[in-house]
């Protein structure tokens, strides 16, 4: 019988991953192509974020394997960063509307799936 919450668990699990994969890209293309981003960024040059992003990635994959393992800190992390990128699309929101609403909306529901189910032990 399959356990209670494990569609949410493995539904947060894929897009921690998709999401770090996605940063991991969005990193290496920061670094490699500088003229594909306008370089204005504030606190630092588009290399500094570009390699933050990167990092980022990695421990978003790592915390997505971790989450189907069922390891607590992948599950507080997962919620960490969705929360704070909740914030951060609610800041963009005006620049891109339908994506900040989307990613939004996806946030919300990994944030479910941890906080209402990542803590179940197997029976």
Known sequence: MEEKGSGWMAFASIML???GIGNFI??????ARHKLFIN???????TFWGIVFMI?????????????NKAPWARVFGIVWCA???????????AFPAWSILVIA??????????E????EVA
């Open 17 to 19: 991953i998709v999401a």
């Open 26 to 31: 969005w990193g290496i293309t920061a670094v």
């Open 40 to 46: 204005q960024l504030l606190f630092a040059n588009l």
């Open 56 to 68: 980022a990635g990695v421990f978003l994959v790592i915390a997505g394997i971790a989450v189907l």
């Open 84 to 94: 704070l990128s909740i914030m951060f699309y609610f800041m963009v929101i005006w």
């Open 106 to 115: 996806i946030d919300v529901l990994i944030i479910y799936g941890l906080a």
């Open 117 to 120: 189910y990542g803590h179940r």
